[in-house]
């Protein structure tokens, strides 16, 4: 990372601060950060999960060009950053954080480590969901159309069969 660069994030950094936005400065690490990350919503004493993601370079996704944290910073209203957005304007504060360091491992291939990544991040939203966290949030690999449909059709047999 270039001084100009580290700058500018440094700068973002402390304008999300300034918004009750907290970004780790642990991200500014000249070596990439991959792994899993979660985002936090805290108020009243109460600390609970809302999101988690994954990435190959985490600063990037949080204060990169298209990370959720710079686009907070930016007014877009895509999804995550629309959460950040009526989070902060409800009295919120956010904090990023990351969850799990995942390094590629360089005796393996592309799928193996792109799954690694992947499995990473569902067994945090699972933990974080088993707490009652991160609620509506489905994984990328959920096929909603179809699996929602076949779920909502056994939940039902299976509550029928109960019933009897």
Excluded at 44 to 60: A, H, M, Q, R
Excluded at 70 to 79: I, K, P, T, V, W
Excluded at 109 to 130: H, I, M, P, T, W
Aim: net charge negative; charged share 35%; with cysteine.
């Amino acid at each position: 990372m270039t001084k100009r660069e580290r700058e500018e994030y440094v700068k973002r950094i402390n304008k999300a601060k300034e918004r009750n936005v907290y970004v780790p400065e642990e991200i500014l690490s000249d070596e990439k950060i991959r792994g899993v990350y979660g985002l936090f919503k805290e108020k009243d004493g109460e600390k609970k999960c809302f999101y988690v993601g994954k990435s190959n370079d985490i600063l990037n996704r949080f204060i990169g060009s298209s990370g959720h944290v710079y686009g907070f910073l930016q007014g877009y209203s895509r999804d995550v950053a629309k959460q950040i957005d009526e989070l902060t304007k409800n009295g919120y504060i956010v904090e990023c954080s990351i969850l799990r360091h995942v390094p590629y491992d360089f005796s393996k291939g592309f799928d193996y480590n792109a799954n690694r990544l992947c499995l990473e991040e569902l067994k945090s939203l699972v933990e974080k969901q088993s707490l009652g966290e991160c609620e509506g949030q489905l994984h990328e690999a959920v096929k909603e159309e179809y699996d929602k449909a076949d779920w909502e059709k056994e939940s039902a047999s299976h509550l029928n069969s109960a019933n009897d």
